[in-house]
Nanobody, 122 residues
Framework: VQLQAFGGGLVQPGGSLRLSCAAS????????MAWFRQAPGKEREFVAS???????LYSDSVKGRFTISRDNAKSTADLQMTSLKPEDTAVYYC?????????????????WGQGTEVTVSS
């Protein structure tokens, strides 16, 4: 399984950005696709996750501002980010667990993309 993340960039506070993650290989359909982020000097943290058959999960810090969605036919997961704040600045990573985890923990995810950088600044 390989994951590739797209869509990072520089955006002003209050702006929006959409990240995409494309998975390839034998992913199955019962997997969890997730987004994590890592700010400079901080640990990698959970942002959002989604399985194909139930509601997405979000961290409290992004709930109401970010929306995760997936397209099972294309094996993609997007993260629509709105009302961005400077504290959202980080490298964003997509991740996948083939077993369908609901965990917020990095160790629960088997596969990781390369990361895409998001900078929120005026």
């Amino acid at each position: 399984v390989q994951l590739q993340a797209f869509g990072g960039g520089l955006v002003q506070p209050g702006g929006s950005l959409r990240l995409s993650c494309a998975a390839s290989g034998r992913t199955g359909i019962k997997n969890t696709m997730a987004w994590f982020r890592q700010a400079p000097g901080k640990e990698r943290e959970f942002v959002a996750s989604i399985r194909w058959y139930d509601s997405p999960l979000y961290s409290d810090s992004v709930k109401g501002r970010f929306t995760i969605s997936r397209d099972n036919a294309k094996s993609t997961a997007d993260l629509q980010m709105t009302s961005l704040k400077p504290e959202d600045t980080a490298v964003y990573y997509c991740a996948m667990d083939l077993g369908g985890t609901r965990s917020f923990r990095t160790y629960a995810y088997n596969y990781w993309g390369q990361g895409t950088e998001v900078t929120v600044s005026s």
